[in-house]
């Protein structure tokens, strides 16, 4: 399996403001992926980011709210930007690697906006 | 769209009880099915996969599915469980060739010493 870490593991932030989650992988991946749990709900994919070209957003997730970046093949940024109570949440971030068709996933990042 | 339903989202069992979770999803094409389990304060791992093959497969701590592809059902079964089973359990599906992976809403599982 991978060994994926995320940063940071929380934090508490004020509405307006931004944050930057980061997530690196133990070794080279092709796809990563951003996936968010509300409060009593399932995971929900937001993204999926490859090295090299813009992330690909899934339905109701946006570049301006949820910003990526995929600088190299083993970490990869999602910002949460002007943030708003509703988006208090677990940010989790997944790798899927070559050939295991199975995906890995981070620690999580647990959010909680004032 | 895909979608997947886990219809227990509370379980609560006594030590050495059997455990059944229910888990179907709506697709009609082929998929790969996974079950995870989050252990109170600990990340999301991997139960056990379906891809192809025989449809009952093992995983790891005596866990066991069942893919029933009449039913569109992947329930996962243990026949005695344990109080380190506390967790919660997320069935999830992907389409062949997808990247994506849909989960259900999961269930919380209670097992009392």
């Known amino acids: 399996s991978a060994v994926i870490s995320q940063k940071p593991s929380r934090d508490i932030c004020q509405r307006g403001t931004s944050l930057t989650i980061q997530c690196q992988v133990d070794?080279?991946?092709?796809?990563m992926f951003w996936y968010r749990q509300q409060p009593g709900q399932s995971l929900t994919l937001i993204a999926t980011?490859?090295?090299?070209?813009?992330?690909?957003?899934e339905s109701g997730f946006v570049i301006d709210k949820f910003p990526i970046s995929r600088p190299n093949l083993t970490f990869s940024t999602l910002t949460v930007s002007n943030m708003s109570p509703e988006d208090s949440s677990i940010y989790l971030c997944?790798?899927?690697?070559?050939?295991?068709?199975?995906?890995?996933f981070g620690p999580g990042t647990r959010l909680l906006v004032l | 769209a895909q979608s997947v339903s886990q219809h227990n989202h509370h379980v609560i069992l006594s030590e050495a009880a059997s455990l059944e979770l229910g888990c179907n999803y709506s697709y009609g094409g082929t998929v790969n099915l996974f079950w995870y389990v989050q252990y109170p304060g600990q990340h999301l791992q991997l139960l056990l996969k379906?891809?192809?093959?025989?449809?009952l497969v093992k995983g790891i701590k005596g866990f066991e599915a069942e893919f029933i592809k009449s039913k569109f059902s992947f329930n996962l079964r243990k026949p005695s469980v344990q109080w380190s089973d506390t967790a919660e359990y997320f069935c999830?599906?992907?389409?062949?060739?997808?990247?994506?992976?849909?989960f259900g809403t999961g269930t919380r599982l209670l097992v009392s010493p």
């Open positions: 999830a599906v992907r389409p062949t060739g997808f990247q994506k992976l849909v």
């Open positions: 070794s080279q991946v092709t796809m």
């Open positions: 980011a490859n090295q090299g070209s813009e992330a690909t957003y």
């Open positions: 997944s790798t899927d690697r070559a050939g295991q068709e199975t995906q890995y």
């Open positions: 379906y891809f192809s093959g025989d449809p």
